[in-house]
Structure formats: C-alpha cells, structure tokens
C-alpha cells in the first residue's frame, strides 16, 4: 500500500504537485513516502462531480487521497460562492465513499496559476523574461499593463496574465515551468489559502 494519491485535473497541475512534494521529501520537510499524482481524464469538472467513484477504485492500495483541482470551470464557482464551501461538500461525499478521515480537497481559486506568482520574481525567473532586454521588470510590466495592483505580487486573473506574459516574450506554455517554479521559489511566503492547505495537510499526515 501506497501513502498517498494525489487526483489532479490537468498536466500542469500534476507537474507542479509532484514537483512540490518530492522537494518537501528532499529538503525534510516531510517524512519520505510513496505516492502518485494522477491526472482525472475529466479534468476539473471530473475531479468536482465524480472524484469520490473515480478513488474507490484506489482505496485499499493508499493511505490517504487529495483531490485538487481549479475553482474557475469544474462547476463548483456555480453552486457555491466560495471554494471552502465546494470543500466541504467535496469532502462530505469522499467520507461517505470510505475516506473518511483520510482525504482532503484543495480547490484553487481561481486556477492554479495563482500558485505560480509566489512573489514578484518567481514567474520572471522561470521563463526568462529579462529586466534588461524587455527594458522593465516584469512585475513593473504588469502595473503598467493593468495587470496588478502596486505593491502587490499576484495579478487579477492570474492564468490569463500568465499566458500574455508567455505570449509577450514569445515562450510556449509548458508544464516544466510549473515544475520549476515549484522546485525553486520558497514556500513559506506564499500566502495562499489554498497553498497553505495543502503544505499543512501534508505536514500533519507525514510529519517527520
């Protein structure tokens, strides 16, 4: 038996995860463990509608589950206001199909790629956009745009902005830069609900 599945939506999303977690294995921040993230063919409204079917298949080969998946697009921004809302009920029906206790839902609102924008160096880094050749800064880039508001590090619509900064600087959207944002930027300032979730719950089920 496994120690843990992890139902993602998208290859971005897996790439990220599995990134982050073999780093926390890495630098000790968890116990070392088996695990697989898998993505849910359905993708975001599968992981919302059908995840507690999808991981009865995989109860009796791992120890815990996380279903993650993006608010925006799974049908859950239509029934709830919130994403801790669309947890909970999420996390209801995963106990009813025998996880009770040892599951939990990360949805990311909006997308995941609020996750990428860790701080105002994290994006820029990992795709290269150079302060030099661009002739600003990326973050200053963003301001001026109308992208994000002063002082602040994650943009208003964090995908779409991500992909105009891809598109500015002619980079072609790739899952390997969720994996190195995810193997390099610090952790511990990102303030992100969902994040921290996510961290203290593997934190709490494999603490060393």
């Given at each position: 038996?496994?120690?843990?599945?992890v139902?993602?939506a998208?290859?971005?999303?897996?790439?990220?995860?599995?990134?982050?977690?073999?780093?926390?294995?890495?630098?000790?921040a968890?116990?070392?463990?088996?695990f697989?993230?898998i993505?849910?063919?359905?993708?975001?409204?599968?992981?919302?509608n059908?995840s507690?079917?999808?991981l009865?298949?995989?109860i009796?080969n791992?120890?815990?589950?996380?279903?993650l998946?993006?608010?925006?697009?799974?049908?859950a921004?239509a029934?709830?206001?919130?994403?801790?809302?669309?947890?909970?009920d999420?996390?209801?029906?995963?106990?009813?199909?025998?996880?009770k206790n040892?599951?939990?839902v990360?949805?990311i609102?909006p997308?995941?790629?609020?996750?990428?924008?860790a701080?105002?160096?994290s994006?820029?880094?990992?795709?290269?956009?150079?302060?030099?050749?661009?002739?600003?800064?990326?973050?200053?880039?963003?301001e001026i745009?109308?992208?994000?508001?002063t002082?602040?590090?994650?943009?208003?619509?964090?995908?779409?902005?991500?992909?105009?900064?891809?598109?500015?600087?002619?980079v072609?959207?790739?899952s390997?830069i969720?994996?190195?944002?995810?193997?390099?930027?610090?952790?511990?300032?990102?303030?992100?609900e969902s994040?921290?979730?996510?961290?203290?719950?593997?934190k709490?089920?494999f603490?060393?």
């Open positions: 038996m496994k120690d843990l599945i139902l993602v998208d290859s971005d999303q897996k790439a990220l995860i599995e990134t982050f977690i073999k780093r926390l294995i890495r630098t000790n968890i116990s070392t463990i088996t697989e993230v993505k849910n063919p359905m993708r975001d409204p599968g992981n919302f059908d507690p079917d999808f009865r298949h995989h009796r791992f120890r815990f589950a996380i279903v998946f993006d608010f925006e697009g799974s049908g921004n029934k709830f206001n919130n994403r801790t809302d669309a947890e909970n999420l996390e209801k029906r995963l106990a009813r199909n025998g996880w040892k599951s939990a990360i949805i609102e997308e995941i790629e609020i996750w990428l924008w701080n105002k160096y994006v820029a880094n990992a795709i290269g956009w150079k302060g030099k050749e661009q002739g600003i800064p990326l973050h200053k880039w963003l745009n109308g992208w994000l508001s002082g602040k590090t994650k943009p208003f619509r964090p995908k779409e902005c991500y992909e105009e900064v891809l598109k500015r600087i002619n072609p959207r790739s390997s969720f994996s190195k944002i995810a193997d390099s930027v610090s952790y511990n300032g990102c303030i992100d994040f921290q979730k996510f961290f203290n719950i593997l709490n089920w603490s060393k």
